[in-house]
């Protein structure tokens, strides 16, 4: 079966460094997404690997292992604004997105 | 606005009563899909059109669900004789070929089953 796991939830403080780590097994790989969701809200775009290693996209950081099935979501600087839900998702051999469940991080002041 | 729009945000029905919801993409956009979400849970895929063609729909999807997309622009999703379990956010996404292929959502449609 496919699976993608990732932490139900994490907690971190204003302004500190969290790291969220994703790990997946699916029907071959065609690129892995990460997407933000605030409560109630639609998910939307922060990230896409499919390559190894870390792309950077301002605060925002994401990291690939292909060989691991690995990737982790990089925050830095963090604002309360950043409490959502973080969604890991792979395209898989049919090009189609499989989802985690999704971390929910709760930012402390 | 030249998001995704979806259209009703909120639709309270009873039990046995048919549901249609409408997703109007991007306009450049030729993927359509249809998800559904539950609290606490990631995106289930529904069904995904490219154009006006239906190219894939979930196993998990009963036959009292439907969806079509006539004109390869809006699409539908109705659901038929629901029940208490259909009560979820639908969310409609859309993207343009090519391998990255970015999802694009509207704001959903919650629906709540009595």
């Known amino acids: 079966g496919q699976n993608i796991d990732q932490p139900t939830e994490m907690t971190a403080t204003e302004g500190a460094i969290v790291q969220i780590n994703c790990t997946y097994q699916?029907?071959?790989?065609?690129?892995l997404f990460w997407y933000q969701q605030h409560a109630g809200e639609a998910p939307t775009f922060l990230s896409y690997n499919v390559l190894d290693g870390l792309e950077e996209k301002g605060r925002f950081s994401s990291f690939l292992s292909r060989s691991k099935g690995y990737s982790y979501l990089l925050l830095k600087e963090l604002q309360m604004k950043d409490s959502a839900s973080y969604l890991c998702?792979?395209?898989?051999?049919?090009?189609?997105?499989?989802w985690g469940a999704g971390t929910k991080l709760i930012i402390k002041p | 606005d030249t998001g995704v729009s979806q259209d009703p945000r909120h639709k309270i029905t009873k039990r046995g009563q048919n549901v249609t919801f409408r997703c109007d993409p991007i306009s450049e956009h030729n993927r359509l899909y249809w998800y559904r979400q539950t609290l606490g849970q990631g995106p289930e895929f529904l069904t995904y059109?490219?154009?006006?063609?239906?190219?894939?729909k979930s196993r998990l999807l009963s036959d009292r669900f439907s969806a079509e997309r006539p004109k390869g622009s809006f699409s539908t999703l109705e659901i038929q004789r629901t029940e208490q379990g259909d009560s979820a956010m639908y969310l409609c996404?859309?993207?343009?070929?090519?391998?990255?292929?970015?999802?694009?959502f509207g704001e959903g449609s919650r629906l709540t089953v009595l």
């Open positions: 059109f490219q154009n006006e063609a239906q190219l894939e």
């Open positions: 699916t029907s071959g790989f065609n690129g």
């Open positions: 996404a859309s993207s343009r070929d090519g391998e990255a292929g970015e999802l694009f």
């Open positions: 998702a792979v395209k898989d051999s049919n090009y189609q997105l499989i």
